[in-house]
Every structure is written in structure tokens, then in C-alpha cells.
């Protein structure tokens, strides 16, 4: 099965990702424009980051702070729990998805809460919090506009950091009109960001909670900071009188100097910009209100017990590894049937659910340009391949694949028959006629032409070479 969203926004538990991406890339030019539209945003991640002289040491003094706390990880999660709470700050700690939506309700429950506006979070929505809430009774408005846009839609977000990329403004137009009442037909962006402006603001005034993700939470000072281009994340944590801040573990960094390092490469990775607009320090609650910070493991301690993939704990959420994706641009967010998708996504998803999730790290090119613009430094490419290996090792390959693979290994064992199968082949398929070279088994041929067969072997053309020189 594919992993399409559902009305819940939810996504299908088994993924396969070459039949979704193959449902995206039927519709040949919207497939180009998406690859193009996060072409241009790469493109200015190079720019940014060739700006600034140190880039290059930038990321290293990262992916160093970011081994060093995972290694210290429950230490700096005592440290930050005690500061927050010396700051006013009520700290929970949820072991997984359940318990995180379960602490969130309580939190809105015993204060008599119906309306909640949430800003800037992955996290609630990997733990699927809106479901979860509205089922009981809360309406949950997501202020992100595009976040907004996707949830108007009932459908997951596409991209982490750009989660209506897949989307053209004539199709936001129409759904604004539908669902907003603005005029039909309008798909001027300015018209349509000031209809969810307005719409927004009127949620933000209702609202009697805000709740946010964290970018980054401060062992030393018990401190979340929050970065958002829009401003909601400080609109909704400080209108209404309860603000929840839920993060992973992994979000921490040990001082408050340590925020220069990844502040520099976050938005420069994001989106090209020198910095995120808003870049919000909550240290403590606001006079006469309250401050709930949420910190959730969900699976990650067992990840930071993995020699192989525990870097990918690293990960700060930018983005930047789906932009210069080829997969990814091809095939769009949704194929990848899982939260975060992309290259990270192929090494999260797996390592969540290996059965589930088994085809992702098979939806990359190992070209290594996600370890190259990775700001942390994660080897990316390198942990696909580990997956690919350790799906092989539990038998989870489909046996076709398992099969393919076998013959290829007899193949390739012995000398003779490599040189009988290539003669065979040389003559065969340029005989075959085009329904057959092209039929169902040739994945290759359905978006491209076949090169032409070789009329002599390698070894043919090597000797020719040699003895001419
Ligand atoms: S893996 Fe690296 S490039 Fe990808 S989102 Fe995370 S930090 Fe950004």
C-alpha cells in the first residue's frame, strides 16, 4: 500500500514509496514545478552559507556541541528540568506519544480549555495531537500559514519547514474561497495571505491557549527558544494565559552560547535567510500566567542506543537535506507515507517502524548531497545505507528484490557466465520489440529511453586502447 493522508490527516502505517511517488509524478508538470520551487530555495542555502566566511568551521563546532550533549544527555535534562522549573516553568516528561497528548489534554482539561492555537511543531505532529484533541472536544487551529493551509485541507504537512510546498496558489485560492469566502478565482498571494491574516487573528483572540514546538531548549538557563518567520508562536504564547512548549530530547544544547552556533546555520539551511524573523527566548511564564514544557522521548532513547543511527538524533529540523534531494524534489513529501520525510525521514521512519517504513532508504541515490548540506553533519547517506544493509539482514526485502539480488550475485560470481549474460543481452534486447523491452519489468524505461546496447564488452574496448597506446 501507498501512504496517501487520510481525513485525519494521519498516514497509512505501511509505506510504498516508488507507488506514491509514481502517483505524484503522473502529473508530469506539477512534478517540475515542485522540483524547481525547492531547487531555488537550495539554491539560496548555497548563497547564504557561501556568505559567511566560517561555514565550514560553523558546522563542525555543531555536529560537536550536538555528539557532546547526546552524550551527556540525561545529565543536561537534569540540569535544564531543575533551571525551568527554578524560572516558574512546570516541566513533564513523556515516555511516548500517549503519554505527550495525554499530558497535554490533562493540562487543557483541569483548566477548562476548548480552544488552542498551536504554532511551529513536528512533534505534536508525530505524536498526531490534533486528532487526538479534537476527538475530545478542542479545537485545535494551526497558525503557521502553511501549516494552516494543510490542516484546512485535512492533510498532513508536505515538507518540515515548507509544509504546503506541493501546493500552487490557484489551488490555495480555491480553498480559501471554500473555506474562507474569498473571492473565486483570487490567488494573488498578498490577497490570500491578508484573508488568512484576518481569519487568524480572530482564532489568536479566541484562543485561550497557545501551545508551540522548540527549536532549542537551554540546559544552563532553562529556557525554550522558539524561531518562526511569522510571529504566531509569540502571538499564541502570549495572548492567551496558558502557553505549552512540547520538544524531543534531543533539542537541547548545554549554554546559552551555544544558540549562536545553530542559530547561524538554521535559517542560512532553511530558507537562505541570514535569520529566522522572530527568534523568541521563553524563560519562565508570563506575569500571571502559566508555562507547561512538555519534553517527550517517544523512541529516542532507544535511537541514542544506536551506535549506527544516533547521529541522526543530531538533526535540527531544517530541511535543507530535502531541498537538494533529487528523490524528494521528484517525488514529493507525501510519498514517503512518514512524519518527517526526505533523507532524515528515510533514517527516522525506519527506525520507528523497520517493517512499515522498510522501502524509504531505498528512495535515495546515495549521491551524498544531504550529508553535504547538512548543517550538523550528519552522514545521511552513510545511514541509508546501514538501513538498507540491516532491512536485508532482518529479512525484510521484498522477494522480488530478494530474488533480483540473488540472481545478480550468481551472476556476477562467476566470470564466464557474467561475459554469456552480457552477449546475451547485447543481442537480445536491441531484437525485442519495444512493448517488450518496455513492459512492467523495466522500471527505468517508464520515464526514460534505454541507451543504446554496447556493440563490444569493456574488456574489448580496453584492449583495443591499450594495445593502439
Ligand atoms: S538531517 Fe540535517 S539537513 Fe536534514 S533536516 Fe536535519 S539538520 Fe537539516
Redesign the pocket.
Known amino acids: 500500500m501507498s501512504a496517501p493522508p487520510s481525513a485525519t490527516g494521519e498516514l497509512e502505517r505501511t509505506v510504498d514509496h516508488a507507488a506514491a511517488a509514481a502517483r505524484f509524478v503522473a502529473d508530469d508538470a506539477k512534478a517540475h514545478w515542485h522540483d524547481q520551487a525547492l531547487w531555488w530555495v537550495r539554491k539560496k542555502r548555497d548563497a547564504a552559507s557561501a556568505a559567511v566566511p566560517d561555514w565550514e568551521a560553523l558546522r563542525d563546532a555543531a555536529a560537536g556541541l550536538k555528539a557532546h550533549t547526546l552524550s551527556r544527555l540525561g545529565d543536561y535534562l537534569d540540569e535544564f528540568a531543575r533551571n525551568a522549573e527554578a524560572r516558574g516553568a512546570h516541566v513533564h516528561f513523556a515516555r511516548d506519544a500517549a503519554e505527550h497528548n495525554a499530558i497535554v489534554h490533562g493540562i487543557l482539561q483541569e483548566r477548562g480549555i476548548t480552544r488552542l492555537v498551536k504554532s511551529k511543531s513536528m512533534l505534536t505532529e508525530e505524536c498526531h495531537l490534533n486528532p487526538y484533541l479534537e476527538a475530545r472536544g478542542v479545537t485545535v487551529t494551526d497558525t503557521d500559514l502553511g501549516e494552516r493551509i494543510v490542516q484546512l485541507r485535512h492533510e498532513p504537512p508536505s515538507h518540515?519547514v515548507l509544509p504546503a510546498i506541493h501546493l500552487k496558489k490557484e489551488e490555495i485560492g480555491e480553498l480559501f474561497h471554500r473555506e474562507l469566502g474569498t473571492a473565486e478565482g483570487a490567488s494573488d498571494p498578498k490577497v490570500l495571505t491578508e484573508a488568512a491574516r484576518q481569519h487568524l487573528r480572530q482564532r489568536f483572540l479566541e484562543a485561550e491557549a497557545g501551545l508551540t514546538g522548540v527549536n532549542f531548549a537551554i540546559a544552563e538557563t532553562g529556557g525554550v527558544v522558539v524561531c518562526t518567520n511569522e510571529g504566531n508562536a509569540d502571538m499564541g504564547s502570549t495572548l492567551p494565559r496558558v502557553h505549552i512548549a512540547c520538544m524531543g530530547v534531543e533539542k537541547l544544547v548545554p549554554r546559552r552560547e551555544d544558540l549562536a552556533v545553530f542559530l547561524r546555520l538554521l535559517a542560512r539551511?532553511?530558507t537562505g535567510q541570514p535569520v529566522t524573523t522572530y527568534t523568541t527566548h521563553f524563560h519562565g511564564p508570563r506575569p500571571d500566567g502559566e508555562l507547561h514544557i512538555v519534553v517527550v522521548d517517544n523512541g529516542r532513547s532507544r535511537q541514542l542506543a544506536d551506535p549506527v543511527f544516533r547521529r541522526?538524533l543530531?538533526?535540527?529540523?531544517?530541511?535543507?537535506?530535502?531541498n537538494t534531494c533529487p528523490v524528494f524534489r521528484r517525488s514529493g513529501g507525501y510519498s514517503y507515507g512518514y512524519i518527517?520525510p526526505?533523507?532524515?525521514g528515510s533514517i527516522l521512519g525506519p527506525a520507528r517502524d523497520p517493517a512499515g517504513h522498510r522501502t524509504l532508504p531505498f528512495a535515495s541515490s546515495l549521491c551524498g548531497s544531504?550529508s553535504d548540506?547538512?548543517?550538523?553533519r550528519?552522514d545521511?547517506h552513510h545511514e541509508l545505507w546501514a538501513w538498507r544493509k540491516e532491512l536485508v539482514k532482518r529479512g525484510l526485502l521484498p522477494w522480488r528484490k530478494r530474488a533480483a539480488m540473488k540472481l545478480a550475485g550468481a551472476v556476477l560470481r562467476f566470470a564466464w557466465l557474467y561475459r554469456l549474460a552480457g552477449w546475451v543481452a547485447r543481442r537480445l534486447v536491441p531484437a525485442l520489440p519495444r512493448r517488450l523491452a518496455y513492459g512492467r519489468w523495466n522500471a527505468w524505461g517508464r520515464q526514460r529511453e534505454l541507451p543504446p546496447m554496447p556493440r563490444q564488452t569493456f574488456r574489448q574496448l580496453y584492449r583495443s586502447h591499450r594495445d593502439r597506446s
Open positions: 518540515i539551511s532553511a541522526s543530531s538533526c535540527i529540523r531544517c530541511g535543507a537535506c530535502m518527517v526526505g533523507p532524515i544531504c548540506v547538512c548543517p550538523v550528519i545521511l
